[in-house]
């Protein structure tokens, strides 16, 4: 199906890939490539902290809902990678990190967020609260609309916990 897509046959898409995992990262960091320049740009933009980390994770989620809803065998070919390539995916949540901290940044720069101490940390549990709209085909079967309202919903609890005032539970988070 890929060599179809590309005007190639199989066996010539294999002169340019070891296999089939191989090909599958290869569009994989072709679809991220595209996600980290529309990230890059939202983390560039002058309105405030709070909307661009909407506008980040929203856009994630659009993007991604929409390329699954066209292409369905791009579901198979996550899952894939996730059971396969476990490192690709750490290595792609590291990269969404580096934006989630530049918003985190600036938002404690402008006042709009409290100072946090552990920035990376922080971008790592902003994700792991919002994962079900990174990948929303993989963990539910709700429409966009309805995904898009349970977004902004956890999203309003995620910046709640980072608004000036925002106390800290006791509860510390071990260390790996």
């Known amino acids: 199906e890929i060599a179809k897509d590309c005007n190639m046959?199989?066996?010539?898409?294999?002169?340019?890939?070891?296999?089939k995992l191989d090909i599958a990262e290869a569009i994989a960091r072709k679809f991220n490539s595209e996600l980290y320049q529309t990230y890059a740009?939202?983390?560039?933009?002058?309105?405030?902290?709070?909307?661009?980390?909407?506008?980040?994770?929203?856009?994630?989620?659009?993007?991604?809902?929409?390329?699954?809803?066209e292409k369905d065998k791009l579901i198979e070919l996550a899952e894939t990678l996730s059971d396969e390539r476990p490192l690709f995916f750490n290595e792609q949540l590291a990269q969404e990190r580096v934006y989630l901290v530049q918003i985190?940044?600036?938002g404690m720069d402008a006042g709009e967020f409290r100072q946090i101490e552990h920035?990376?940390?922080?971008?790592?549990m902003i994700?792991?609260?919002?994962?079900k709209f990174r990948f929303p085909q993989m963990f539910s079967h709700l429409t966009l609309p309805k995904l898009k309202r349970e977004q902004a919903g956890v999203m309003n609890l995620v910046l709640?916990?980072?608004?000036?005032?925002?106390?800290?539970?006791?509860?510390?988070?071990d260390k790996l």
């Open 104 to 106: 985190l940044e600036a």
């Open 41 to 69: 740009g939202i983390c560039r933009q002058s309105d405030s902290a709070a909307d661009r980390l909407r506008r980040f994770f929203e856009f994630s989620m659009v993007r991604t809902f929409e390329a699954f809803e």
């Open 9 to 19: 046959s199989a066996g010539n898409i294999y002169r340019f890939f070891a296999s």
């Open 127 to 131: 994700q792991a609260a919002m994962m």
């Open 119 to 124: 920035k990376d940390e922080t971008a790592e």
């Open 160 to 173: 709640a916990g980072l608004s000036p005032g925002a106390t800290i539970p006791d509860r510390k988070i």
